[in-house]
């Protein structure tokens, strides 16, 4: 076997890598036959055979060869008969594709068949006859059939040889398509009278090792005379048919004449045989000498017919014609699309011209009709590239991003330029997968949430939402409370996040009193390699809730003593008797306060301002007033549900001491001889009256020993020590408390001995009183002497002279003692 290998190697733009290798073997090989080593003559590695998934592509010609994997050999398939293969048509080669995968990489392998002489000269029939008059002349000539022989070159038909040779001689002549004329010649006159028939035998041979041949007998009927052979018009006649024409339609008319007359004059038309069996796409009418068409004319497997004809008289002389018919293309053939190999699924972030699929594109048509342009159709990121002559791959044209489109149904539709235009399209599908390129997004660049203080622990505020625009485990999304500190606190004493979900529940129950917002940071994480993260901040605001009641500052409740505002008689409607200061820590509307005067020894006498709290006149005073005013005046807050508090205001209407100090002694005699009445009729039921005395034993001695520890607090002459409580102002700006008010008390060393008190008010006269005191003014007046002295270590303020109107008036700071 004679084999020729030659190797190119052709490098493209393209990532893969294309090469082209020849061979040639001899047809008729053994299934199995080894035709060449192709991946030791593509210098490629078994192993590279064997990952890339190697594989032959044969196109529409049979699977006529196999590719050994193992081994890197291409192996003879299955017989291969040149002459099927390829008819006439030389050189016969098998054109191959050898296609690899990751990376793509095409190889084209041609396999030239080679002829051997496999087939003998064959003729037509087995006899052909002659009727020739004996009055032929010498030279006269007799076209002989042809021999067929498939094979080519040498292989093919080399010669004829007619015996026996005493009447005529074989004479061969060459024409214009490479093939040879074989005619009979007359060399001896004809004889009826010695010789009726004569047969004769031609024999064909072709060249090969060794030849061989075929036979046919001759068998020649000498007539009478005929002495004029026919004689076509023409020695070769032009056609041309259009391919797909219908049956039936004419192609050419032949004629030829003979100067014999009679019936040696009549011609019969007929067609020889030929290197192709025409016989089964045309035929000629024997009078008229009319070609038709019989058969399917196919441009693409015959572009020119030769038709040799034969005219014959009656008489056996004959002459011979040929008839050139060509075919005209018509664009009948759409484009063959042919998928060497394509890609499922790509990655997102694949570079620009990434090979995604390759193709073959054929069209058997000639000329414009076979030329192929092929496109996409749409407008989707990939362009189709020629790489080989009828190869093309198709190759990402820009970046893809599997967010804006995760699939793509590409098609592309291959045309050619006939008039009409044929077309063929084919689609594939293409995945994008996902790549992690997105971080999650949330819908707001900033939460605000709000929760109402004493909140249940928890309890859920409200959810942050985080999207990512990836796909599967690239776009799950966590989230993650970041650490922070809320007034030197770790956030997450205060709030957590549900990692899921998004939900933010309170970690703890929250006062506003406390804190009133606070700001934390949430980063949401998707599951991708490496993750991506984006933060946003949340804000949580508390919202107040009514849960404090009003405080009362002033005027401070005390324990046993009585504070009691100074109203002189001569007071006019609208006088000033004091101020009620509250405040309430809430906020907002829960710290509104508001003043009424729910209960008043005379309620046509005084009132309370809603909003300022102060205790005004609303009439003249007049001396039937009652010098002894007891108020009680209520404070609402504005919540929902309100809290209140109450606080009493005692006021004494009086232009002098003595006449509230007596008034003001018998009320809290009264009132406590009140109190012991209830508390002795309650023990008068339970105890009888033995306990009844001894409870008057018991109050007369409390009330001697407080006497005398009185008195001993006034002939002290230890210094004063001042007390000051704390200030009172309004923190939160509610409103509550617009003013400082400030109140100091004057002790002595003793003062823990003794319940005299010395007290200063910033704008009120204020009178205290002991319930268990008993002074006279005597007892009033020489403590006013005292405070009278210049050096006296009590002086807190000085007393001036009732006006005229008894109105008390303090220079700085007005100081009321009584004991």
Not at 209 to 215: F, I, N, R
Request: negative net charge.
């Amino acid at each position: 076997m004679r084999r020729q290998v030659q190797f190119f190697i052709l490098v493209l733009s393209l990532r893969s890598v294309f090469g082209q290798v020849s061979y040639s073997i001899n047809e008729e090989m053994e299934k199995g036959s080894l035709v060449c080593d192709v991946a030791k003559d593509l210098g490629l590695d078994l192993k590279r055979l064997k990952s890339g998934r190697a594989r032959i592509h044969s196109g529409d010609k049979g699977e006529y060869v196999e590719l050994n994997r193992e081994r890197g050999l291409l192996l003879v398939k299955e017989r291969i008969d040149r002459e099927t293969l390829c008819g006439e048509t030389t050189p016969c080669a098998l054109h191959l594709q050898m296609i690899l995968e990751n990376p793509m990489e095409l190889f084209r392998i041609t396999i030239e068949i080679m002829d051997i002489n496999d087939n003998a000269p064959t003729f037509a029939s087995s006899e052909k006859r002659f009727d020739i008059s004996e009055s032929a002349v010498v030279g006269s000539k007799f076209v002989l059939e042809k021999a067929i022989d498939p094979d080519v070159g040498s292989n093919s038909l080399q010669s004829y040889s007619l015996s026996p040779t005493n009447n005529f001689v074989l004479k061969l002549e060459n024409q214009s398509d490479g093939t040879k004329k074989v005619e009979m010649v007359l060399q001896k006159p004809l004889d009826r009278e010695q010789q009726e028939q004569i047969s004769l035998l031609l024999t064909a041979k072709d060249g090969g090792q060794p030849p061989m041949s075929g036979k046919i007998q001759i068998i020649v009927t000498i007539l009478d005379v005929n002495d004029n052979a026919p004689v076509f018009t023409k020695s070769v006649y032009k056609a041309s048919i259009t391919e797909n024409s219908q049956r039936g339609t004419s192609v050419v008319t032949v004629s030829a004449s003979d100067r014999d007359g009679g019936s040696n004059g009549e011609i019969s038309y007929m067609i020889t045989n030929s290197k192709r069996r025409l016989s089964d796409l045309f035929q000629i009418d024997r009078k008229s000498g009319d070609i038709t068409l019989i058969g399917e004319i196919d441009y693409e497997k015959g572009q020119l017919y030769q038709i040799d004809i034969e005219a014959v008289d009656n008489g056996g002389l004959s002459d011979s014609s040929k008839i050139m018919i060509d075919v005209i293309d018509v664009n009948d053939n759409n484009p063959q699309i042919n998928l060497l190999s394509k890609s499922e699924s790509i990655f997102e972030d694949a570079p620009e011209n990434t090979v995604i699929s390759m193709m073959s594109v054929s069209d058997p048509d000639s000329g414009r009709n076979g030329d192929v342009k092929c496109r996409i159709k749409g407008d989707v990121p990939f362009k189709i590239q020629n790489t080989l002559n009828g190869f093309y791959s198709l190759i990402t044209e820009v970046a893809l991003d599997r967010e804006v489109e995760s699939h793509y149904n590409i098609t592309v539709t291959c045309s050619d330029e006939g008039v009409p235009s044929l077309s063929s399209s084919v689609t594939l599908t293409l995945q994008i997968s996902d790549v992690n390129d997105n971080a999650p997004v949330f819908e707001k660049s900033l939460y605000e949430a709000y929760i109402v203080e004493n909140n249940t622990p928890g309890l859920s505020i409200f959810t942050v939402k985080a999207t990512d625009a990836d796909w599967n485990q690239n776009a799950r999304v966590s989230y993650i409370l970041e650490d922070s500190s809320v007034n030197g606190v770790s956030v997450s004493s205060y709030v957590s996040v549900s990692a899921d979900s998004g939900v933010i529940h309170a970690v703890r129950s929250l006062d506003y009193e406390q804190i009133k917002d606070f700001q934390f940071r949430v980063k949401a994480q998707d599951g991708g390699s490496p993750p991506l993260s984006s933060n946003v901040t949340v804000k949580i605001v508390t919202q107040d809730q009514n849960d404090n009641t009003p405080q009362v500052l002033y005027p401070v409740q005390t324990g046993g003593s009585v504070v009691a505002e100074m109203v002189p008689r001569s007071a006019d409607v609208g006088y000033l008797v004091t101020k009620v200061v509250a405040v309430d820590v809430d906020s907002g509307q829960n710290a509104w306060l508001s003043y009424k005067l729910q209960k008043a020894t005379d309620r046509a006498l005084f009132e309370v301002g809603l909003q300022n709290g102060e205790i005004r006149t609303i009439r003249q005073v007049t001396d039937k007033d009652a010098v002894k005013q007891r108020l009680t005046v209520f404070v609402e807050d504005n919540g929902q549900p309100s809290r209140s508090a109450t606080v009493i205001v005692n006021v004494a209407v009086a232009d002098s001491y003595p006449e509230v100090l007596s008034e003001f002694t018998d009320f809290t005699h009264d009132k406590e001889y009140n109190d012991n009445l209830t508390f002795y009729l309650v023990l008068a039921l339970a105890v009888v009256s033995f306990l009844f005395i001894t409870c008057l034993v018991v109050i007369i001695s409390v009330k001697i020993y407080r006497w005398r520890q009185s008195r001993i607090l006034y002939h002290s002459s230890l210094p004063v020590i001042p007390y000051y409580p704390p200030r009172y102002s309004d923190t939160l700006g509610t409103g509550t408390l617009p003013h400082v008010y400030n109140y100091e008390v004057c002790r002595t060393t003793d003062s823990r001995k003794s319940d005299c008190k010395f007290g200063t008010a910033g704008s009120q006269n204020v009178l205290i009183m002991d319930p268990s005191s008993t002074g006279t003014m005597q007892r009033i007046q020489n403590e006013k002497n005292i405070l009278d002295e210049p050096d006296s270590p009590l002086e807190v303020g000085h007393f001036n002279q009732f006006s005229s109107e008894s109105q008390l008036h303090v220079k700085d700071t007005f100081s009321n003692v009584i004991c």
